[in-house]
């Protein structure tokens, strides 16, 4: 299968500044990319006018929670019967490839199988979706982020409870066997729980044996780490990928920068911002989320993540979009939030959201050039003058994964 796209403006996810050319699609990935006036041979191939329009890397999400179903309370996600979250997260897989999204990266599934099931039926291609790497549920310690059980009633939410280096260990064991990719830990609390985001409450030798047997098996581990020490935890022990982070001080940005070339991190700040901002309909007021501390959490935000970009640490977008006022295909947000709260140029937010996450996917991904996967949109504007174009699904008149057409406007399939 041959794909030529003609008459398009590259945008090509290096930051270097667009060009007008023509790209042909063979099999999986990109053939060629010609620059210019270059007419490139289309026999045999399916041709495309792109119209002027810009072509671009496909979206990829770093923060992902496909199993996600618009919950209100942790304990919804639990009390979703397992067949009915299956189905459920398979149209929310669906949802995200809908909005852009060719490869998602899992922070975390509600049930150990979840991401691994729908993975499975993605790669078979027997359902629509992203790329995806499966996460385990989010490890937690009793009292912590994802615990809900009380002494009277077993609550399930997202969270698998285990105490103690060798709980933890035989956890992580499970999640492995049972076919995740990534491993993710909650080092810290929360603001919505009552063991809040400036606490770390699982303990070093936790944190480290967690990674130590991930590693072993070839997995990665990231962690929800909110606390300053939680972060230091992180680095120290070997997390490959640390979430939110802003209250970090200048030593955990010390040691983030130092490990620069190992680690990615993610602010996950979709969440916050519309705690604050967009949740009265759910009975969150402005007063309450200012109780839970959401506008320091959005200010320290927008300190850390200024810092984050001066020393070149890579950053991924994903704002933990899943919940009901942050609803499964609103994920391109995230990239206007880089640019309007933590000083990001456009170029540089659709960096994190293309070319760096597909760093953080490990695939050859994230980029419009020779030789790579074919994952692309064609935008019907120019989203270095206005990344909002992105939240447009109409706008994202082709959707390309793996070189196969996921979605064309009417006025291109002519």
Same mark, same amino acid.
């Given at each position: 299968?041959?794909?030529?796209?003609?008459?398009?403006? *590259?945008?090509?996810?290096?930051?270097?500044?667009?060009?007008?050319? /023509?790209?042909?699609?063979?099999?999986?990935?990109?053939?060629? *990319?010609?620059?210019?006036?270059?007419?490139?041979?289309?026999?045999?191939?399916?041709?495309? +006018?792109?119209?002027?329009?810009?072509?671009?890397?496909?979206?990829?999400?770093?923060?992902?929670?496909?199993?996600? =179903?618009?919950?209100?309370?942790?304990?919804?996600?639990?009390?979703?019967?397992?067949?009915?979250?299956? %189905?459920?997260?398979?149209?929310?897989?669906?949802?995200?490839?809908?909005?852009?999204?060719? !490869?998602?990266?899992?922070?975390? !599934?509600?049930?150990?199988?979840? +991401?691994?099931?729908?993975?499975?039926?993605?790669?078979?291609? &027997?359902?629509?979706?992203?790329?995806?790497?499966?996460?385990?549920?989010?490890?937690?310690?009793?009292?912590?982020?994802?615990?809900?059980?009380?002494?009277?009633?077993?609550?399930?939410?997202f969270g698998i409870?285990?105490?103690?280096?060798?709980?933890?260990?035989?956890?992580?064991?499970?999640?492995?066997?049972?076919?995740?990719?990534?491993?993710?830990?909650?080092?810290?609390?929360?603001?919505?729980?009552?063991?809040?985001?400036?606490?770390?409450?699982?303990? /070093?030798?936790? *944190?480290?044996?967690? =990674?130590?047997?991930?590693?072993?098996?070839?997995?990665?581990?990231?962690?929800?780490?909110?606390?300053?020490?939680?972060?230091?935890?992180?680095?120290? =022990?070997?997390?490959?990928?640390?979430?939110?982070?802003?209250?970090?001080?200048?030593?955990?940005?010390?040691?983030? /920068?130092?490990?620069?070339?190992?680690?990615?991190?993610?602010?996950?700040?979709?969440?916050?911002?519309?705690?604050?901002?967009?949740?009265?309909?759910?009975g969150i007021t402005?007063?309450?989320?200012?109780?839970?501390?959401?506008?320091?959490?959005?200010?320290?935000?927008?300190?850390?993540?200024?810092?984050?970009?001066?020393?070149? %640490?890579?950053?991924?977008?994903?704002?933990?979009?899943?919940?009901?006022?942050?609803?499964?295909?609103t994920n391109a &947000?995230?990239?206007?939030?880089?640019?309007?709260?933590?000083?990001?140029?456009? !170029?540089?937010?659709?960096?994190?959201?293309? &070319?760096?996450?597909? /760093?953080?996917?490990?695939?050859?991904?994230?980029?419009?050039?020779?030789?790579?996967?074919?994952?692309?949109?064609?935008?019907?504007?120019?989203?270095? &003058?206005? *990344?909002?174009?992105?939240?447009?699904?109409?706008?994202? =008149?082709? %959707?390309?994964?793996?070189?196969?057409?996921?979605?064309?406007?009417?006025?291109?399939?002519?």
């Open positions: 299968m041959k794909t030529l796209i003609r008459n398009c403006v *590259v945008w090509d996810g290096s930051g270097a500044a667009p060009f007008s050319a /023509e790209v042909l699609v063979e099999g999986e990935r990109i053939a060629r *990319v010609a620059k210019g006036t270059t007419a490139l041979s289309a026999d045999g191939a399916q041709v495309i +006018d792109g119209q002027g329009m810009t072509l671009m890397p496909g979206l990829v999400e770093g923060h992902a929670h496909l199993s996600f =179903c618009g919950a209100q309370r942790n304990t919804d996600l639990g009390d979703i019967p397992p067949e009915e979250h299956t %189905i459920a997260t398979l149209h929310n897989a669906k949802t995200l490839l809908d909005a852009g999204f060719t !490869s998602a990266y899992s922070a975390a !599934s509600a049930k150990l199988r979840l +991401d691994v099931v729908v993975r499975n039926e993605v790669d078979a291609g &027997r359902s629509p979706g992203p790329r995806i790497r499966a996460a385990s549920p989010e490890i937690t310690v009793t009292g912590g982020l994802g615990d809900e059980n009380r002494l009277h009633m077993n609550r399930d939410s409870v285990a105490d103690g280096p060798d709980a933890i260990a035989r956890a992580v064991r499970t999640c492995i066997r049972e076919g995740v990719d990534n491993i993710k830990l909650n080092i810290s609390g929360d603001d919505f729980v009552p063991a809040k985001g400036g606490m770390t409450v699982m303990r /070093e030798e936790e *944190v480290r044996i967690a =990674c130590e047997v991930a590693h072993d098996f070839g997995r990665r581990v990231a962690s929800h780490s909110r606390a300053s020490n939680a972060v230091k935890r992180a680095v120290q =022990c070997g997390v490959d990928v640390i979430y939110h982070c802003e209250m970090a001080d200048s030593e955990a940005l010390d040691l983030l /920068e130092a490990a620069r070339d190992r680690i990615f991190v993610g602010p996950a700040i979709g969440l916050i911002h519309n705690t604050l901002y967009e949740a009265e309909a759910f402005r007063a309450m989320a200012q109780d839970l501390g959401m506008e320091r959490c959005l200010e320290s935000s927008q300190r850390t993540y200024e810092q984050m970009r001066r020393r070149g %640490i890579r950053v991924v977008i994903g704002g933990d979009y899943g919940f009901a006022w942050t609803p499964q295909g &947000r995230d990239i206007e939030h880089f640019v309007k709260l933590f000083g990001y140029s456009p !170029s540089e937010a659709l960096q994190c959201a293309t &070319r760096i996450g597909g /760093e953080l996917m490990g695939l050859d991904t994230g980029l419009v050039q020779e030789g790579r996967l074919a994952d692309l949109l064609l935008v019907d504007g120019d989203p270095l &003058r206005d *990344v909002r174009v992105l939240q447009d699904a109409q706008r994202l =008149c082709l %959707i390309m994964k793996n070189g196969a057409v996921h979605k064309i406007a009417p006025a291109l399939s002519r």
